[in-house]
């Protein structure tokens, strides 16, 4: 095991339109997509097309999008550790003028307990939140034994401040600052605080504003790519988890700012495909966007 993810497994239906219909009303979108969802699932897709294949503690119900999901995680050779649930968690992803607007079914009673893996060979664990009973023992474990550990922030769940105690790279999203009444800067004080080596704020198309190893306070701007570019923002920052955990992976010994930065690339190549699965990048990928942004040939701006 190089690596281990945690989360809760969805399907996402992603689809273009124009119109919602209503009441009996019909109406053909133009373009659609179904691939895997969640945010620490895509995030190990991520890690595993860019070259390292983690294990993933997921749930997974015996119907027939549990085993779309297993063909899928099959085809990226991902070894799941399935949670059992009795019915598969769907999504279904309008991507409109930068935005989405997401409805989610969702079954998150566990009718097992979470699975106890042997740690070794680990070197990074990268959780969501969900499944807080997994998150909590893993992410200890994981501190205890020197293993890097990752949190997507995405919203406030039960256990946040508890789990924050043993986390190193806690990258947040802007709706956990409004849940918890917080301003960006204040939430890194907040990170800080709970003992976070590395902390951020994902803020879209306004960039990651976030604190570095020795807690300077940093903001890196997202590419400029223009409006007409951008298809479909879901899952960029689950990719770009993905995209920092695989650098980290294989270039432990470079700076944050090099895996971040690494990181804004892949999920700059996402949001111009439509869907998880499409959104995915190579290193390839990851190289022409750089050379496209002259990403390392310029002095970046810091705050």
């Not at 989360?7 to 209503?22: A, E, L, S």
């Not at 570095?212 to 923002?233: F, H, K, N, Q, Y």
Request: net charge negative.
């Amino acid at each position: 095991m190089q690596a281990l993810f945690i989360g809760q497994t969805y399907i996402d239906v992603t689809f273009i339109t124009d119109h919602m219909p209503t009441g009996d009303e019909k109406h053909v979108a133009s373009a659609y997509a179904v691939s895997f969802g969640g945010n620490a699932v895509t995030a190990a897709f991520c890690c595993a097309k860019l070259g390292v294949v983690p294990d993933l503690i997921a749930t997974v119900a015996n119907d027939w999008l549990g085993r779309m999901f297993q063909d899928m995680s099959a085809k990226y050779g991902i070894s799941i550790h399935p949670r059992k649930v009795n019915t598969s968690s769907l999504s279904f992803i309008m991507p409109k003028d930068g935005k989405r607007a997401i409805v989610r079914c969702r079954d998150d009673e566990h009718i097992h307990p979470f699975p106890h893996l042997n740690l070794k060979g680990c070197s990074a664990l990268h959780i969501d939140g969900h499944q807080p009973d997994a998150a909590i023992y893993y992410a200890k474990h994981c501190r205890e034994a020197g293993i890097l550990t990752s949190l997507d922030g995405g919203g406030l769940r039960s256990n946040t401040h508890e789990l924050l105690e043993f986390i190193d790279v806690a990258i947040v999203a802007e709706r956990l600052c409004e849940q918890m009444n917080l301003e960006p800067r204040e939430m890194l004080d907040y990170l800080k605080s709970r003992g976070c080596r590395i902390g951020g704020v994902t803020m879209g198309e306004r960039g990651l504003f976030w604190y570095d190893e020795a807690g300077a306070i940093r903001t890196m701007p997202a590419l400029p790519i223009s409006g007409d570019r951008v298809l479909d923002t879901n899952g960029a920052g689950d990719v770009f988890h993905g995209a920092y955990v695989f650098s980290y992976l294989n270039s432990p010994s470079k700076s944050w700012h090099d895996h971040f930065e690494f990181a804004r690339a892949a999920s700059t190549y996402k949001i111009q495909r439509l869907g998880n699965e499409a959104g995915l990048p190579t290193l390839a990928d990851i190289e022409a966007v750089k050379q496209e942004f002259q990403i390392g040939r310029k002095k970046e701006f810091w705050d």
